[in-house]
């Protein structure tokens, strides 16, 4: 755990070169908005291609789960399409959602030899998860992923599109 080094950035996800970014994409698998719409249009079809044999094998993708696709003309090997949870006020497991989406994407990182990865901040977009409870979320739960794991990673790297959800991460992740 103390090798893998864990940090923020701000910028665009789909620019980054690591083995794997992860994608804030919907249980549809088919594309949207936000980041998923960047990642796509970056990517090109091939993306979606693979997203549509996944649905064809094992049905939409729910919230919390992960699968992973090639990453096409992207920098990154591979992207994660995970489904974060959608902003309800809280009382709808929302928090353990959001965190299985982080736990679960790791998961499936290291299973295909993943030592690199870049997440966007999952939910706070469309779907209307508050930054700060979301930053708090991701940050615990790949902290905890790391204690409790004997991890193959080498660097996480959360990367912020906006400067409220870098500075919300900046101060999460300093006294560490
Ligand atoms: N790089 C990094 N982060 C980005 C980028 C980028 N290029 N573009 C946007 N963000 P959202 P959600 C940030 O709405 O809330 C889609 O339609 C953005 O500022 O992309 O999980 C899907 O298909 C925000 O902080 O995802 C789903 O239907 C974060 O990415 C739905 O939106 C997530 O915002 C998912 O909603």
Request: with cysteine.
């Amino acid at each position: 755990m103390e090798n893998t080094k864990l940090q923020v950035i701000k910028g665009d996800i789909t620019k980054q070169e690591v083995d794997a970014i992860v994608n804030a994409a919907n249980s549809s698998l088919l594309g949207g908005g936000g980041v998923d719409g960047a990642i796509h249009r970056a990517g090109g079809p091939a993306i979606l291609e693979e997203c549509k044999q996944i649905r064809a094998r094992q049905g939409e993708c729910p919230t919390g789960e992960a699968v992973i696709t090639t990453g096409g003309k992207l920098p990154a090997k591979y992207v994660i399409h995970t489904v974060g949870p959608v902003w309800h006020g809280g009382n709808q497991n929302e928090p353990e959602l959001l965190a299985s989406c982080y736990r679960n994407s790791l998961a499936l990182a290291e299973e295909n030899g993943v030592q690199s990865i870049a997440f966007p901040n999952i939910s706070t977009g469309v779907y209307g998860y508050p930054k700060e409870k979301a930053a708090k979320v991701a940050v615990k739960a790949v902290r905890e992923y790391l204690q409790q794991n004997n991890t193959s990673l080498q660097s996480i790297t959360f990367v912020c599109f906006d400067e409220e959800n870098y500075a919300l991460y900046e101060e999460l992740l300093r006294d560490h």
